[in-house]
């Protein structure tokens, strides 16, 4: 009995009537009914969002921008939103109505745009208050979970617009302020250039202070030095100035009588001259007559003469005008010419002597009068000489106090003096220092004119044009270039590697209802295990290749998935109903009835480690192992390349592996139909059947 004999066989068995060709049909409809039903119910549910209907709220109440517009953001905002017709807007009046509406299920989704929402989208151009402008989403999962993730890109995609286009205006701003300042510092650099050459010209006139300080400084202590010396003329001045005071003083109160004395003196030497005078004369007349007698008459005139001689220069004595040795000579002269008679002889001697002495004595009138005119002359000049001695005493007195006062007048200059060296050696300091920072402020003002210039330069100074360019790039600074190696067309070709190859192995596992892994009559024979195990699983192959046929025909025909290697796809259908139908096949001749739970459960664990929606890479790690080992994953893998023209450099490895898959399932069948050859009451009557 050869392989395809067995497996005609089972196909006429299966075909012999009406039934059993319905019951084939529709097992091969079964992968249609699950894969390519669910593509074409979900092949494109993003074009048809605008059948959902969603709350849209306006509530801005716009605001001034910094240019002086009027910024109505939110309207334009939900203009866009209903002229994209993204989804079926519907204008609600206010927020409650708008929950209430979700809540309900009247709406799907629910966005609001509050009052300031465009107050805050222009609050970033004044640094003051600058807030985000909010867009309040309200969904709710109950009316669907899918719904929030589809409403999050869309507002997401509503936040970028908006922030990009309220962006491209402050960055306009911020650009034109670039502008400005550019010209300021240019202006500022200007001034500050201005200002280092007013700073150099200041600092050559500090150096001129500093040098005429310091000549001042130099003056200043020559004026102290001057004035100490002053200080110490006036105080000298003023010295003997006290000392001459009182001098005169003491001359003024000694010479206060002397107008009296010398009248006195006047009166007593007339008195004396008038005397001698008749003295003189009575003495010539009396000389010849009584000789005899003119030795006592002298002599008692002489007495008489000696006695006012002696009082009249007592008086001058005191008065001053004679010394005491003058007074005493003049006595002196007095007593000479008096001598004692001695008789005749000695009368004509002492008449001679008279004769003589009365010349001395008619002299003596001559010195006596010129004595009584120098007295008068003296007592009508000293009141004279009193009044001037007064007068230089009054004049020493004010000499002494002027003296005084100029010996504490130069003082006073003195400590000015020196309270000027003072000064004048802080104000040196002073030029000095002011030299020294003058200087300083140069240099500082020549290098704040250099880095004003260069700052100027280093800030942007952009035109209109580059303004509108920089301001797009500030506002967007990241664009994202995808390049798509390969893309699906839509919703529904992203999942059809995935369905594609799930409704071929639900359409596979369908065909253990209805048909048999082993029939019982190629059991009995004595062909080769092999051989039954291949006749088994050929009819499960040609059914399962009918499956995969129609599957990508309606698929690619009927929903217009337009793979982009449509054979190599149909090809790869083939080798993976090959390699599911030999696994489903081994597994179900090889555990029975159970093996049909073998099966599903094989199903179950290749569902959620294939990555068919999310990357398996994603999943726990001991799904890891399961990706690794089963077809299911590496089919889908197969068919994203295929569909959506990837390399193909995994394709002849899927392949192969698929064959591998094959071979096992066939290596299954075969100990499934040596056990099976050996008949036990298990096998008359199992335990279960499904």
Do not use: C
């Amino acid at each position: 009995m050869t392989v395809l004999r067995l497996a005609r066989s089972e196909l006429k068995r299966m075909t012999g009537g009406l039934l059993p060709k319905l019951t084939i049909l529709a097992l091969a409809l079964v992968p249609l009914l699950y894969g390519a039903v669910y593509l074409y119910a979900n092949w494109d549910p993003y074009g048809k969002l605008n059948q959902i209907d969603a709350a849209l709220v306006v509530q801005d109440s716009g605001a001034a921008s910094a240019d002086g517009t009027r910024l109505e953001a939110g309207r334009k905002v939900a203009e866009s939103l209903v002229d994209g017709h993204v989804f079926n807007w519907k204008t609600v009046a206010s927020t409650e109505e708008a929950d209430q509406g979700v809540s309900n299920g009247t709406y799907a989704f629910a966005l609001k745009i509050p009052q300031d929402f465009s107050a805050n989208l222009v609050s970033p151009g004044s640094f003051d208050a600058a807030n985000q402008a909010m867009l309040n989403v309200t969904t709710n999962d109950a009316n669907n979970y899918l719904l929030s993730t589809i409403v999050d890109k869309l507002t997401t995609a509503v936040h970028t617009t908006v922030a990009k286009e309220v962006g491209e205006e402050t960055a306009n701003q911020l650009l034109t302020g670039f502008g400005t300042i550019h010209t300021q510092m240019l202006k500022a650099s200007d001034g500050a250039g201005q200002l280092a050459d007013g700073v150099a010209r200041l600092h050559d006139g500090t150096v001129a202070l500093h040098q005429g300080t310091g000549e001042l400084k130099s003056g200043a202590t020559e004026l102290y030095n001057g004035e100490v010396k002053l200080r110490d003329g006036a105080t000298s001045l003023s010295t003997g100035a006290g000392q001459l005071s009182s001098g005169l003083t003491l001359l003024k109160d000694k010479t206060a009588a002397l107008p009296a004395d010398a009248q006195q003196l006047a009166d007593g030497a007339a008195q004396v001259a008038a005397g001698n005078a008749a003295l003189n004369a009575a003495f010539n007349n009396t000389v010849q007559a009584i000789p005899g007698q003119v030795a006592a008459a002298q002599q008692a005139a002489q007495q008489a003469q000696r006695a006012r001689v002696v009082a009249s220069t007592t008086r001058l004595v005191a008065a001053g005008v004679l010394s005491q040795e003058q007074a005493d000579k003049v006595v002196a002269d007095v007593d000479a010419t008096t001598a004692p008679p001695a008789g005749s002889a000695e009368a004509s001697a002492s008449a001679a002597k008279l004769q003589a002495a009365a010349a001395q004595v008619q002299k003596l009138a001559d010195g006596s009068a010129a004595v009584s005119a120098g007295a008068s002359q003296l007592a009508g000049a000293a009141p004279a000489l009193s009044g001037a001695v007064a007068k230089a005493s009054a004049g020493a007195d004010q000499l002494a106090a002027g003296s005084a006062a100029l010996a504490a007048g130069q003082q006073n200059a003195v400590d000015g003096a020196g309270k000027l060296v003072q000064g004048a050696q802080k104000l040196d300091d002073g030029a000095a220092q002011l030299e020294s920072g003058a200087a300083t402020a140069s240099d500082g003002a020549g290098t704040l004119a250099t880095e004003l210039a260069q700052g100027a330069g280093k800030v942007p100074n952009p035109d209109d044009a580059q303004k509108d360019s920089l301001s797009r790039v500030m506002a967007d600074p990241v664009a994202v270039s995808n390049v798509s190696q390969a893309k699906a067309g839509s919703y529904g070709a992203g999942l059809a590697p995935f369905f594609l190859t799930l409704a071929l192995w639900i359409g596979i596992f369908m065909l253990v209802q209805a048909m048999r892994p082993v029939t019982q009559r190629a059991l009995a024979s004595n062909a080769p295990a092999w051989k039954i195990a291949a006749g088994g699983w050929l009819p499960f192959l040609a059914v399962s290749a009918v499956q995969a046929s129609l599957l990508t025909l309606v698929v690619d025909v009927g929903l217009g998935l337009d793979p982009a290697h449509p054979v190599l796809m149909w090809f790869l259908m083939l080798a993976a109903a090959m390699a599911f139908s030999a696994i489903i096949q081994g597994v179900v001749a090889l555990l029975g009835s159970p093996g049909k739970l073998v099966v599903l459960i094989l199903l179950v664990l290749q569902l959620v480690s294939s990555g068919g929606t999310f990357p398996w890479q994603t999943t726990p790690e001991p799904l890891h192992v399961v990706h690794q080992i089963l077809p299911m994953g590496y089919v889908v893998s197969g068919m994203r390349h295929l569909i959506y023209g990837a390399d193909l450099a995994i394709i002849l490895p899927t392949m192969l592996g698929l064959v591998g898959y094959t071979l096992l399932g066939l290596a299954m069948s075969t100990v499934a139909v040596r056990k099976n050859k050996y008949w036990t009451l298990k096998t008359l009557k199992p335990e279960i059947a499904v």
